[in-house]
C-alpha cells in the first residue's frame, strides 16, 4: 500500500466512532429496533453475539475505506489486519508462554490446590490406580463438554477476544500507525479506546446489580485499569508481531486464568514465583516478540505500518 497517511485527527476521530459503535450496537435491539426483552441469558448473549459481529464487521469494511492506498485486494488487507496463514506455530506458542510468566504465581497456587488434593486422597486410603486416573481424565473431559456448551464460555474465550482485537487492534492500531502516531505512542493511545468499550459496565452495575455509586466506580475502575494494562500490551504484541493471532491468544489466556494471584496465605513459594514471573516477562519480552520470529523476513518488505522495521 502507498506510503501516504491521512491527519491525527482523522485516526482519532475514527477509533472513537468504532468504540462507541462497538458499545452503542450492544442496546440497540431494545432501544433503536424495540425488540422484546431476550426471554434467558442464552437468548440475551446470543443476541450481544450477534451485535459485536455486525459491529467488528462494519470496523472492517470503514477502516479499509480510510486506510490510504489503491489496492483493495483481500490479500493485502488481511495482512494490514495481521490475519495470517503464516507462522501460526510462532504466533501461538511465544504469546502465551511469554504471557503465562505474568501467571507464574496462579500457576503455582494452581498445583500447589492439586499435589494437597492428591496427597488428601492418598491420606484416606486412596491409591493411584488406572481407574482413578481414568476417572480424573473423564472428569477432564466432561469440563470441557461442559465448557464448550456454555454460553458465558463462548463470550470470554471465543466472542469477546475475538471481536474485541478485531475492532481494537486489527482496525484501530493501522489507523493510528497510518495517522502518523509512533508505535509507542500507540501503544498507550490505544488502550483508552479500548477503556471507552467497557464504561457500558458502569451503568450496567449501578442498574442492575443495585451497587452503591462508590462501590459501582471502585468495581469500574480497576476494572479499566486492568483494560489499560491488557490492551497496552496486546497493541505492543500486535505492533511487534504483525500478526493478530499473537494478541488474540494472549486474551483468551487472560480471560481463562482471570487476575494474576499474587500471595498465598501459608505458601510463600506463590508470591516468589509471581515476582521470578514478572522479572522474567520484562528480561525475555522484546526477545520472544522479535518481528524476525513471526515474519519471513525484515528488510525492504511491504510492512506498511512499520512492524518489521521497528525495533
Not at 90 to 109: D, N, Q, R, W
Not at 147 to 164: D, G, H, K, M, Q
Not at 199 to 226: D, P, R
Amino acid at each position: 500500500m502507498e506510503e501516504e497517511g491521512f491527519s491525527k485527527a482523522t485516526a482519532v476521530i475514527a477509533c472513537t466512532a468504532m468504540a462507541l459503535l462497538y458499545v452503542a450496537i450492544l442496546y440497540a435491539p431494545t432501544l433503536i429496533l424495540r425488540l422484546p426483552p431476550p426471554p434467558s441469558l442464552k437468548s440475551f448473549l446470543i443476541r450481544r453475539f450477534l451485535c459485536a459481529a455486525i459491529s467488528s464487521i462494519v470496523s472492517l469494511l470503514v477502516c479499509a475505506l480510510i486506510l490510504p492506498g489503491r489496492s483493495r485486494e483481500a490479500s493485502i488487507l488481511f495482512g494490514v489486519y495481521g490475519i495470517r496463514v503464516d507462522h501460526i506455530w510462532e504466533a501461538i506458542v511465544f504469546p502465551v508462554s511469554l504471557t503465562s510468566l505474568m501467571y507464574a504465581g496462579s500457576l503455582v497456587h494452581k498445583s500447589v490446590l492439586l499435589a494437597d488434593s492428591w496427597r488428601q486422597n492418598l491420606n484416606d486410603g486412596e491409591d493411584f490406580s488406572f481407574e482413578w486416573a481414568k476417572s480424573v481424565v473423564q472428569e477432564f473431559l466432561d469440563s470441557i463438554i461442559s465448557v464448550a456448551s456454555n454460553v458465558l464460555a463462548w463470550r470470554n474465550y471465543v466472542v469477546a477476544p475475538l471481536t474485541e482485537e478485531l475492532v481494537f487492534r486489527a482496525c484501530m492500531i493501522p489507523l493510528l500507525l497510518c495517522g502518523g502516531f509512533k508505535p509507542y505512542t500507540v501503544i498507550y493511545l490505544c488502550p483508552i479506546f479500548f477503556s471507552l468499550a467497557h464504561l457500558n459496565h458502569l451503568m450496567e452495575f449501578y442498574s442492575k446489580q443495585n451497587y452503591s455509586l462508590v462501590k459501582t466506580a471502585v468495581v469500574v475502575g480497576l476494572q479499566l485499569g486492568y483494560t489499560v494494562i491488557f490492551g497496552s500490551y496486546a497493541s505492543f504484541l500486535f505492533i511487534r508481531t504483525g500478526h493478530l493471532l499473537a494478541p488474540l491468544v494472549a486474551h483468551i489466556f487472560c480471560n481463562f486464568m482471570g487476575l494474576p494471584v499474587l500471595f498465598s496465605r501459608r505458601k510463600g513459594m506463590v508470591s516468589v514465583s509471581f515476582v521470578a514471573g514478572a522479572v522474567g516477562f520484562i528480561l525475555v519480552l522484546f526477545t520472544m516478540t522479535r518481528p524476525e520470529l513471526y515474519n519471513y523476513r525484515v528488510d525492504n518488505c511491504k510492512c506498511w505500518h512499520g512492524y518489521c522495521s521497528w525495533s
